[in-house]
């Protein structure tokens, strides 16, 4: 067969189908009712439309000036059983979970609020919640939060999502075992894209039964650059094994020449209870050696508990203000020192603060500050002056509500700001490390009457280590 005869063929073929197409679709189409047809004398560009209750609709060019028949006045709630209807009815996967689609609806809702920390908690992810308050889970070990509009290297597209990343291994957990770093970006647990992944959501999905494998994809920064396109990243797919992780939230150490160096990591319902103790210690000095000066250090301290936060405040503020909130009616309500607990500590003292300190971190801190009960020292917090309640739902999950700002005593608002240090000390790698870099040293030479509030540092890579 030449060429030509094929090149015959085929148009015989194709015209064959054609023709039978159209007789198929001429037969079926006289079953349905004419305002159901493609329109005979319209444009072939005519919008085809189905409506949610299944049919057919086929609109002119001059039917869309006008025509289109809708109620202006429909419930907003309405039109959300409409959408739900016609995706169980249209969609082209036949198992719709409603019980998926409700949630995303919830968190549609709350994200059009434009807070990202009002939110909805599944009934997993607020017993996850509830528990990790008590002070112990299994887990990885690592404190975790969000970033907003992330991007990095390819792998992790889509860029311009939110990404959860690690604040900060616990010591001596599976996270830290792994060598997982603070500043580590999750994209993906276990498989699964973390892109848009809310927190709660994050921790659910890590978290389970003790001694089972979850596989963690982390993209770490390698250097930085004002140029994107020269930063580098390693991906990294790194497997762990849950453990039970049993968070004391204080941690009380002693440096050369009786300074105390008292570690506050979060804000949890052992929190109060474990910090009275410790600042009793620092009372009474390290073996008989009277305290020189206290090192309040809550770097990396997400927060928590508001009346947790309330609570080491009174230890060292015996009356008056500890915070003060201001609720969406514009009054403001102040949250005292708590009688009984003030400890009229006779020492010079300092706080430490990052940019991860946040929430109550950031209450305490300014506090402190504005009553001149103590020196803050390293970088501006990351400001979060939000108070959120937990509103239990019947399903067993929960809303996080934004409810009101906190202001300082002094009613500075932080929001976007944070706390401002008295002395800036950025932090080095020794820092970021162990905690033990030129922040910590900062501190140190200031209670030994080596620096001023008024000194300010850079720190750099050869920075002294604290021992």
Same mark, same amino acid.
């Given at each position: 067969? %030449?060429?030509?005869?094929?090149?015959?063929?085929?148009? *015989?073929?194709?015209?064959?189908?054609? $023709?039978?197409?159209?007789?198929?679709?001429?037969?079926?189409?006289?079953?349905?009712?004419?305002?159901?047809?493609?329109?005979?004398?319209?444009?072939?560009?005519?919008?085809?439309?189905?409506?949610?209750?299944?049919?057919?609709?086929?609109? %002119?060019?001059?039917?869309?000036?006008?025509?289109?028949?809708?109620?202006?006045?429909?419930?907003?709630? #309405?039109? *959300?059983?409409?959408?739900?209807?016609?995706?169980?009815?249209?969609?082209?996967? /036949?198992?719709?979970?409603?019980?998926?689609?409700?949630?995303?609806?919830?968190?549609?809702? *709350?994200?059009?609020?434009?807070?990202?920390?009002?939110?909805?908690?599944?009934?997993?992810?607020?017993?996850?919640?509830?528990?990790?308050?008590?002070?112990?889970?299994?887990?990885?070990?690592?404190?975790?939060?969000?970033?907003?509009?992330?991007?990095?290297?390819?792998?992790?597209?889509?860029?311009?999502?939110?990404?959860?990343?690690?604040?900060?291994?616990?010591?001596?957990?599976?996270?830290?075992?792994?060598?997982?770093?603070?500043?580590?970006?999750?994209? +993906?647990?276990?498989?699964?894209?973390?892109?848009?992944?809310?927190?709660? $959501?994050?921790?659910?999905?890590?978290?389970?039964?003790?001694?089972?494998?979850? /596989?963690?994809?982390? #993209?770490? &920064? !390698?250097?930085?650059?004002?140029?994107? &396109?020269?930063?580098?990243?390693?991906?990294?797919?790194?497997? *762990?094994?849950?453990?039970?992780?049993?968070?004391?939230?204080?941690?009380?150490?002693?440096?050369?020449?009786?300074?105390?160096?008292?570690? !506050?990591?979060?804000?949890?319902?052992?929190?109060?209870?474990?910090?009275?103790?410790?600042?009793?210690?620092?009372?009474?000095?390290?073996?008989?050696?009277?305290?020189?000066?206290?090192?309040?250090?809550?770097?990396?301290?997400?927060?928590?508990?508001?009346?947790?936060?309330?609570?080491?405040?009174?230890?060292?503020?015996?009356?008056?203000?500890?915070?003060?909130?201001?609720?969406?009616?514009?009054?403001?309500?102040?949250?005292?020192? #708590?009688?009984?607990?003030?400890?009229?500590?006779?020492?010079?003292?300092?706080?430490?603060?990052?940019?991860?300190?946040?929430?109550?971190?950031?209450?305490?801190?300014? +506090?402190?500050?504005?009553?001149?009960?103590? /020196?803050?020292?390293?970088?501006?917090?990351?400001?979060?002056?939000?108070?959120?309640?937990?509103?239990?739902?019947?399903?067993?999950?929960?809303?996080?509500?934004?409810?009101?700002?906190?202001? /300082?005593?002094?009613?500075?608002?932080?929001?976007?700001?944070?706390?401002?240090?008295?002395?800036?000390?950025?932090?080095?790698? #020794?820092?970021?490390?162990?905690?033990?870099?030129?922040?910590?040293?900062? $501190?140190?030479?200031?209670?030994?009457?080596?620096?001023?509030?008024?000194?300010?540092?850079?720190?750099?890579?050869?920075?002294?280590?604290?021992?």
């Amino acid at each position: 067969m %030449n060429f030509k005869t094929r090149g015959l063929n085929v148009a *015989l073929v194709a015209l064959g189908l054609s $023709a039978a197409f159209g007789a198929g679709y001429s037969t079926r189409a006289s079953q349905y009712p004419s305002q159901w047809r493609w329109p005979e004398q319209s444009s072939a560009r005519a919008p085809l439309t189905r409506t949610a209750d299944g049919n057919f609709m086929a609109q %002119n060019a001059a039917a869309q000036k006008g025509a289109r028949s809708y109620k202006p006045d429909l419930k907003p709630y #309405e039109t *959300l059983d409409e959408v739900r209807r016609a995706i169980k009815e249209n969609f082209v996967q /036949t198992k719709v979970d409603d019980t998926e689609i409700t949630y995303g609806a919830i968190r549609g809702m *709350l994200r059009a609020l434009g807070d990202r920390f009002t939110r909805y908690m599944t009934p997993q992810d607020y017993n996850e919640f509830l528990v990790s308050n008590k002070g112990e889970f299994t887990g990885i070990g690592a404190r975790i939060d969000v970033k907003d509009e992330y991007s990095g290297s390819p792998q992790a597209k889509p860029w311009g999502a939110s990404r959860p990343f690690i604040v900060e291994p616990i010591a001596g957990g599976p996270a830290a075992r792994a060598g997982i770093k603070r500043g580590d970006v999750i994209l +993906a647990i276990d498989g699964r894209s973390t892109a848009d992944m809310s927190e709660d $959501a994050t921790v659910s999905y890590i978290r389970g039964t003790r001694g089972t494998p979850v /596989t963690l994809k982390i #993209e770490r &920064k !390698l250097n930085t650059s004002k140029n994107p &396109k020269d930063i580098k990243y390693d991906v990294l797919d790194i497997q *762990l094994k849950r453990d039970l992780i049993e968070m004391h939230p204080v941690t009380l150490e002693w440096l050369p020449g009786g300074i105390a160096w008292l570690k !506050l990591e979060e804000f949890n319902e052992k929190t109060d209870n474990e910090f009275g103790a410790a600042l009793k210690k620092v009372a009474a000095g390290n073996g008989g050696t009277p305290s020189k000066g206290l090192i309040l250090d809550m770097r990396s301290n997400p927060g928590g508990l508001l009346n947790a936060a309330v609570d080491v405040g009174s230890r060292f503020i015996q009356t008056g203000p500890i915070v003060i909130t201001r609720e969406r009616s514009g009054q403001e309500r102040p949250y005292n020192a #708590e009688k009984g607990r003030f400890m009229n500590l006779k020492m010079p003292v300092t706080v430490l603060v990052d940019r991860y300190s946040a929430s109550a971190a950031e209450i305490v801190a300014g +506090a402190l500050k504005d009553k001149n009960k103590a /020196t803050i020292i390293g970088e501006p917090s990351f400001g979060k002056a939000s108070v959120q309640v937990l509103v239990d739902l019947k399903n067993g999950g929960a809303l996080v509500i934004t409810t009101a700002k906190y202001l /300082t005593p002094s009613k500075q608002d932080i929001s976007d700001k944070g706390i401002a240090p008295d002395i800036v000390v950025q932090s080095s790698e #020794e820092d970021e490390k162990s905690g033990r870099g030129a922040v910590l040293q900062k $501190a140190v030479d200031f209670l030994n009457g080596k620096t001023t509030t008024t000194d300010a540092m850079t720190a750099k890579s050869d920075a002294r280590r604290v021992e």
